[in-house]
């Protein structure tokens, strides 16, 4: 299996634009994961899907970012409007029992 | 809230030298707990991974034990090289928070040959 791909891998966009992360979970897998990782405060839980159902988004900073699963293989997180402080890595991981397997993450930069 | 805490936050060492990664929570409460390594500007690669019900786990030159009763975690790595220098993370799912993991900050590791 190729594991979670994501893509980009890296964006470079101005504040204000809209912003649209994309991740391909392991197949077979039923949990889908988008963190966020910074400097200042590391990895946090953005939200998680179970069967391409969102189960917990309480980790979304706020109504800019909307996360959506349409299939079993294909995951969106979009930013709109983007700010500068939205600039960090972005994870998505997928998991079928107990591990979790993480992307190479996308690492975004908001001017 | 749980919260992980790893200590120390960066360690160098010699290579050949055998370490200790510690990882502390503070709800024992806890489902399984994982060990990550993330190499820089990559993603997180899973090491292991222990049960709640599970002491230890052994992968190759890894070993990591689990004391659910005193909220601790140790990764240990025998006969480290330069190769395993990286950015070592445990996360800790718990069993009320559904399936989210609570990370640690990390452990910086660099081995020098």
């Known amino acids: 299996d190729a594991g979670v791909i994501q893509s980009p891998r890296h964006e470079v966009t101005e504040m204000g634009q809209e912003v649209t992360l994309r991740c391909k979970p392991i197949s077979g897998h039923d949990y889908l994961f988008w963190y966020r990782q910074t400097m200042m405060r590391g990895l946090e839980l953005l939200i998680y899907f179970n069967n391409n159902v969102p189960i917990d988004d309480s980790g979304m900073p706020e109504d800019r970012f909307s996360a959506k699963m349409p299939n079993a293989s294909f995951s969106t997180l979009k930013i709109q409007p983007s700010e500068p402080r939205d600039s960090a890595v972005y994870f998505c991981a997928s998991s079928l029992h107990n591990e979790q397997f993480f992307g190479p993450g996308t690492r975004l930069t908001v001017l | 809230k749980q919260e992980v805490t790893q200590i120390p936050a960066a360690l160098s060492v010699p290579e050949g030298e055998n370490l200790v990664l510690n990882c502390s929570f503070t709800?024992?409460?806890?489902?399984?707990l994982q060990w990550f390594r993330q190499d820089p500007g990559k993603g997180l690669t899973s090491l292991l991974l222990i049960q709640s019900s599970q002491r230890e786990q052994t992968s190759g030159r890894l070993n990591a034990s689990l004391d659910k009763s005193s909220g601790r975690s140790t990764l240990y790595i025998a006969a480290s090289q330069p190769g395993d220098s990286a950015t070592y993370l445990c996360?800790?799912?718990?069993?009320?928070?559904?399936?989210?993991?609570?990370f640690g900050a990390g452990t910086i590791l660099r081995v020098k040959s």
């Open positions: 709800d024992s409460a806890i489902y399984n």
């Open positions: 996360a800790v799912k718990h069993m009320e928070y559904g399936n989210k993991l609570v």
